[in-house]
């Protein structure tokens, strides 16, 4: 499923699968993100997966997740998951531990 293309406001929850750990791929999440000012967090999960929150307008969120989908120059996505959420007002892009 893919964000909305209008410029409304979308939140927007992604799993994100492939060699994504150990390559700098949250950091280089919160930097793009930060270019693109949107707002949510990201984190490593226990099984080898990335997981990310994103809000704002969905034309950049959209952006986002193409991006979601290569990842920094180390990382090989191999499956990017998404759905679609009620938007929570978030501050910031944070890197969660």
Request: glycine share 10%.
């Given at each position: ?17 492939g ?16 270019k ?62």
């Amino acid at each position: 499923m893919s964000p909305a293309r209008d410029a409304s406001r979308v939140r927007l929850h992604c799993w994100v699968a492939g060699k994504v750990q150990g390559v700098s791929y949250r950091a280089s999440t919160q930097q793009h993100a930060g270019k693109l000012a949107l707002r949510g967090w990201v984190r490593n999960l226990a099984d080898g997966r990335v997981e990310c929150v994103l809000e704002g307008p969905g034309e950049r969120v959209e952006q986002m997740v193409a991006w979601l989908r290569k990842g920094p120059p180390l990382a090989r996505v191999s499956e990017v998951r998404t759905e679609h959420e009620a938007e929570e007002g978030l501050r910031g892009f944070e890197v969660r531990r």
